[in-house]
């Protein structure tokens, strides 16, 4: 019940066209989901966040989509560029009321744009 | 934004040795820090968490005795991998929330190879 299964596990784009990087959950308690960026050799960056009280969220060419009563969760990113080549994660993680968030990791999307 | 820093960047050792690595919030107080494991072209794993002035909880199966954890500060968190072998060779990143506690920023990674 604590995992978050992420889906594809790699993905190949075109430049210009949309990436699509899905996630599904089953515990019904988590109520934080982040989409974070990892460049080879570095640690992951923090896209885009949202919480279940809204549908989509966007951030320039990043969108998330929320899907409550199907436990879904995805990130579509707009004119996808070379520079958007990186590995993809999502995460989940339950409001402890400020104290400890853990965060759950999805498996990854290995994602390359092709020029 | 929250900047975490993380040192080394890498490291070289001989078995049997101890390599500590340190974990720096530096525009922020983290109340929270955590410590990741990744395996190339595998998810980050939880090792444990750390508040402030607190023992830190180490997640099922990650050694206690071996990777020592100390959150002395709201700014700094150090890992140290005691008595390292060749299978602890892996990058290491840690991340750190404030106090509101939701969102992880995390660290450049430390690449540890043992040798």
């Known amino acids: 019940q604590q995992q978050v299964k992420q889906s594809p596990q790699s993905l190949i784009v075109q430049k210009g066209g949309i990436s699509i990087i899905n996630c599904a959950y089953e515990?019904?308690?988590?109520?934080?989901f982040p989409w974070y960026q990892q460049f080879p050799g570095k640690g992951p960056a923090l896209l885009i966040a949202i919480r279940p009280d809204v549908s989509e969220k966007k951030e320039g060419r990043f969108t998330i989509s929320f899907n409550k009563s199907a436990k879904q969760f995805s990130l579509h990113i707009m004119d996808s560029q070379p520079g958007d080549s990186a590995t993809y994660f999502c995460a989940a993680s339950r409001d402890y009321g400020g104290a400890t968030n853990k965060l759950i990791f999805g498996t990854g999307t290995l994602l390359a744009v092709q020029p | 934004g929250a900047v975490v820093s993380q040192h080394p960047s890498r490291v070289i050792c001989k078995s049997g040795t101890s390599v500590k690595i340190e974990c720096r919030s530096l525009d922020f107080q983290a109340t929270t820090m955590f410590w990741y494991r990744q395996f190339p072209k595998q998810s980050l794993m939880l090792m444990a968490t750390?508040?402030?002035?607190?023992?830190?909880?180490?997640e099922q199966g990650v050694e206690k005795d071996k990777f020592l954890i100390n959150h002395a500060s709201l700014t700094l968190s150090t890992l140290t991998v005691t008595s390292a072998h060749p299978e602890d060779s892996s990058f290491y990143i840690c991340?750190?929330?404030?106090?509101?506690?939701?969102?992880?920023?995390f660290g450049p990674g430390t690449r540890l190879l043992v040798l």
């Open positions: 991340s750190a929330s404030d106090s509101w506690g939701e969102t992880q920023y």
């Open positions: 515990n019904t308690a988590f109520d934080y």
């Open positions: 750390s508040n402030e002035g607190s023992k830190a909880t180490y």
